[in-house]
């Protein structure tokens, strides 16, 4: 079955950086699109950015374009986003799932892994 498994998530102060980290297995992972999206207790699930199988094309939210980079490994079957210029608002629960921007499969999401950013 599909699974996948976040990491890299934590506290850092504003203007910092964190790398998070999605391992996948379960399925063909070099064949399909890959999305990170993000959730705040008490409200909905937010689209953050998308990358397709190959890696060529990517999107990003408004709120994250420049800050943020999409990337992935089909070798080690893993999906990064690096993450930069932190601000608090984006303290967050991160979640990648299968599929491109928001024809995401929400059914594949993982425990998430937690962004704080804070001083």
């Known amino acids: 079955q599909v699974q996948l498994v976040e990491s890299g998530g934590g506290l850092v102060q504003p203007g910092g950086s964190l790398r998070l980290s999605c391992v996948a297995s379960g399925f063909s992972f070099r064949r399909y699109s890959m999305t990170w999206v993000r959730q705040v207790p008490g409200t909905g699930l937010r689209l953050v950015s998308s990358?397709?199988?190959?890696?060529?094309?990517?999107n990003y939210a408004d709120s994250v374009t420049g800050r943020f980079t999409i990337t992935r490994d089909n070798d080690k079957n893993t999906v990064y986003l690096q993450m930069s210029s932190l601000k608090p608002e984006n303290t967050a629960m991160y979640y990648c799932?299968?599929?491109?921007?928001?024809?995401?499969?929400?059914?594949?999401r993982g425990q998430g892994t937690q962004v704080t950013v804070s001083t």
């Open positions: 990358i397709d199988s190959t890696g060529t094309r990517t």
């Open positions: 799932v299968r599929g491109w921007s928001y024809d995401y499969e929400d059914n594949t």
